[in-house]
């Protein structure tokens, strides 16, 4: 069966840096978008950043364009979120998933999630 494993959260201080991992297991994924999304304490869950597993393609959250890094490892079948310049607003579980939907940023349309990781920002 399709399992995401996440890794990687932890607390930081404002300013710092993470890097979060997701290792694909129980398909091919090549045709996959992997999507990292994450939810904050009565929050709605929201899309942060997308890649295209073929083509390497991503797009950003208007809130974390230019900080957070999309990339994966074909090789490794894992995804990675690459955090800088955290902010308090950052905090949040943070979870992968995988869609077949072309440069979905709807939730709704991941057909796979991860368990899910903390990371906390402190100020």
């Known amino acids: 069966q399709v399992q995401l494993v996440e890794s990687g959260g932890g607390l930081v201080q404002a300013g710092g840096s993470l890097r979060l991992s997701c290792a694909a297991s129980?398909?091919?994924?090549?045709?996959?978008?992997m999507g990292w999304f994450r939810q904050a304490p009565g929050k709605e869950r929201e899309f942060v950043a997308r890649?295209?597993?073929?083509?390497?393609?991503?797009s950003y959250a208007d809130s974390v364009k230019g900080r957070f890094t999309i990339s994966r490892d074909n090789a490794k079948n894992t995804v990675y979120l690459q955090m800088n310049s955290l902010k308090p607003e950052d905090t949040a579980v943070y979870y992968c998933?995988?869609?077949?939907?072309?440069?979905?940023?709807?939730?709704?349309?991941?057909?796979?999630w991860g368990q899910g990781t903390q990371v906390t920002v402190s100020s």
């Open positions: 998933a995988a869609t077949t939907a072309p440069f979905s940023s709807r939730a709704r349309e991941y057909d796979y």
């Open positions: 890649i295209s597993w073929s083509s390497g393609r991503t």
């Open positions: 129980g398909r091919t994924f090549s045709s996959y978008y």
